[in-house]
Structure formats: C-alpha cells, structure tokens
C-alpha cells in the first residue's frame, strides 16, 4: 500500500510538472520510479517513457486548444529525432547502468544552467522558424530520448526558447508534441522490457499524471513563465546533484 500511495503521489508531481512546463516529466519520474519505487534503472526509463507519453498528448491537447503549439516547428524537431530516438533506445542494453545514471545526471545539470542564463529578446513567428537549427535540435534530443529514457521536454524547451526564440508558453506547447513523437520512436525499440514492468504501479502512475498534467496547464496561466522556469531549472539542479551523488557512492 506504501508503494502505491508513493506512485500515486509521484505520478501527480509529474504530471503538474510536464502541463505546466512541457518538460521535466521524465527527468523526474526516472529519479522516482528507481529511488522510490525500487525500479531498476533500465525498467524506469522505459516506465518513464509509457508514462511520459500518455502525460505530454493529454497536456498536448489543453495546449493547442490555447494555441500555444506551433505545429510547424513541433513537427520539424519531432520527424527529425525519430530514427535517432530509435537507434539510441536500442544501444542502451548493451550501456552500463552507473554510465547511464551518471549521463542522465549530467544532461539534466547542463540543460538547468542553460535555463537559468537571460534569455534573448528576439521572438520569431510560425513563418520564421529555421527549418536547419530545428531539425539539427531535433535530432540531438530524439537520441537522448532514445538513450536515457526521457521524453526530451527537460531540454526541448530551452531549445525552442534559445535556438529558436520562441516565447516560454509557445515552447511548452510545442515542446509536448517532440516528446509523444520521441517517446514513442524509443519505445519502439523497448518492447521487450516493457512486457516486464510492473503494471500494478505504472498504470495508478500514470493516472495521477494525466490528472495533474491538467492542473498544471491552470497553473501555467497564472503564474509567470520566467518564474517557472527558474523553479524548474532549481529543480533539475537538485535532481541532477542527487542522482551523481548516488552512481559515484
């Protein structure tokens, strides 16, 4: 009963996080799935993956139904990260779990830092996205989805926001549809493990998180979008300190 209230519990931080972020579902469901819910890292990225993606096409729909995905964009960083996401999920049974925590820790720390930094004031519109940088984004995210297990949101945001120059809320929405897309090309590749996973506790998992991928879309319109993702950047950093701290003990 203990465990079932944590995934519940976890499923509903997860889900807050990726409505009112677009990313950070997976950077933190992976952390809980293995430290509370004693998964083994290799079945929490892929639970992470099934769970992500049913979180991110429910917060998907609340988003362009505001009009925040700019589907132009979405498209060009999901269709280019598709075979890189495959190719990489299928390379992570033969990786080594510590290099794999130690990786997922390094990328969550980096993508915070970035966040931090003042974002440029130039803004583009639907017209002006840059088909070259977006695809070359999308690629690299579509491979570290397929790696480490994650959705891609974490870093898919700041990528649209820094590459691209989207406004915060159009990076939210936009960045949701890049992480069904590459959650779903890596659990192509991961069929095997999922047939293994413990249902008992991803599916009460994922419930809360669509529950509260809803909240966190209300939450996205009432605070500002600077201040979220400062909150989601000091997040990560914490996670990501935790988790290299664990692999190096």
Do not use: C
């Amino acid at each position: 009963m203990t465990v079932l209230i944590l995934a519940l519990t976890a499923g509903v931080v997860v889900g807050l996080v990726l409505g009112a972020l677009g990313g950070g579902g997976s950077v933190l469901a992976v952390p809980a799935l293995i430290y509370l819910l004693g998964f083994t890292p290799a079945a929490a990225t892929t639970a992470s993956l099934i769970i992500v993606t049913a979180t991110s096409l429910t917060a998907l729909y609340a988003h362009a139904r505001a009009g925040h995905v700019r589907w132009k964009a979405g498209a060009a960083f999901a269709a280019a990260g598709i075979l890189p996401a495959a190719a990489a999920g299928a390379a992570t049974a033969h990786l080594p779990q510590t290099a794999l925590t130690v990786a997922f820790a390094a990328i969550a720390a980096l993508s915070a830092i970035k966040m931090l930094r003042p974002a440029g004031t130039a803004r583009l519109k639907e017209g002006g996205v840059r088909p070259g940088k977006a695809a070359g984004a999308g690629a690299a995210l579509g491979a570290l989805t397929g790696l480490l297990g994650v959705g891609g949101g974490f870093l898919a945001v700041p990528a649209l926001v820094t590459v691209l120059a989207f406004e915060m809320d159009a990076a939210v929405g936009t960045s949701l549809l890049v992480i069904a897309v590459n959650s779903l090309a890596s659990l192509a590749t991961r069929s095997g493990t999922a047939a293994s996973l413990d249902w008992a506790l991803i599916g009460p998992f994922i419930a809360t998180a669509i529950l509260g991928a809803w909240y966190g879309k209300r939450i996205a319109a009432k605070v500002s979008a600077t201040h979220l993702q400062r909150i989601f950047a000091m997040v990560l950093l914490a996670v990501a300190a935790f988790m290299l701290a664990d692999a190096v003990t």
